[in-house]
């Protein structure tokens, strides 16, 4: 049988906490709350968290922070949540490593949506019985792009972390070098078709891949933009 996904939602107001749980259990989702950073990363290092679900406006450390803290040692995806309607807030998250943001209010099947999804893109990309064939490790410039583990190694075979969104974006450039892709071709290809486009987040997380790639992210030599077009990768990808 497989196990109920297990999610942990960290807000600190209750009616939120108690409304959500119920709502999410009723969808066979396992749920654990936390109403600050140092409950969240407790849980966190206690159980096998799934997904977070991460409000920006909590008490001590906001959840822009405790995002930043999390996803520098940790893969685990995060959908941020936020009482802010600015797409500046929306951006920030991104650019800090959310894979989602929701703007409060919200309806609840939405959220469920959105959770579904990126658990579905993270399910998709996972380890699988003989994945040697099906699953390669993708060689291009100075680094391997291992599709099964979901890693990114560079020429010193350090890790390099990636959020879901980023590694998902990477994949859909490295499957296809030399394309040039348009923003809505890529938010298929690494979000999928369901998902609710924000144009702005693709070039983000570009901007936030050239940071971790390229000599010089100003002048990008892997990921070119091409004007009325979109991007395309511009390197050649061998499979080892």
């Known amino acids: 049988m497989t196990p109920m996904p297990h999610l942990l939602i960290v807000d600190d107001d209750q009616d939120i906490l108690t409304l959500l749980t119920s709502f999410l259990q ?11 950073g140092e409950a969240m990363f407790g849980i966190l290092r206690a159980q096998n968290i799934d997904l977070v ?27 941020m949540l936020s009482a802010m309607a600015d797409h500046t807030d929306r951006v920030v998250g991104l650019e800090i490593g959310a894979d989602d943001y929701l703007t409060k209010p919200f309806d609840q099947r939405e959220l469920l949506a959105r959770v579904k999804a990126v658990l579905r893109r993270t399910a998709e990309s996972a380890p699988v019985t003989c994945s040697t064939t099906t699953r390669p490790v993708l060689k291009f410039g100075d680094w391997q792009l291992d599709v099964a583990r979901r890693e990114l190694r560079s020429a010193d075979d350090s890790l390099v972390l990636l959020s879901s969104g980023e590694f998902d974006l990477l994949l ?36 936030r891949l050239r940071h971790k790639l390229e000599n010089d992210p100003k002048n990008p030599a892997l990921i070119r933009t091409v004007r009325n077009g979109g991007y395309i990768f511009e390197t050649t990808v061998t499979r080892l």
């Open 53 to 79: 679900i991460l409000d920006i406006m909590l008490r001590n450390e906001d959840g822009f922070s405790l995002c930043g803290r999390l996803r520098a040692s940790s893969k685990i995806p995060v959908i």
């Open 172 to 207: 859909s450039f490295v499957e296809h070098p030399g394309r040039v892709l348009t923003r809505d071709q890529l938010m298929d290809m690494a979000r999928g078709p369901d998902h609710a486009a924000f144009d702005r987040s693709i070039d983000v997380q570009v901007s």
């Open 26 to 36: 009723r969808h066979n989702y396992r749920v654990s709350v936390a109403e600050d």
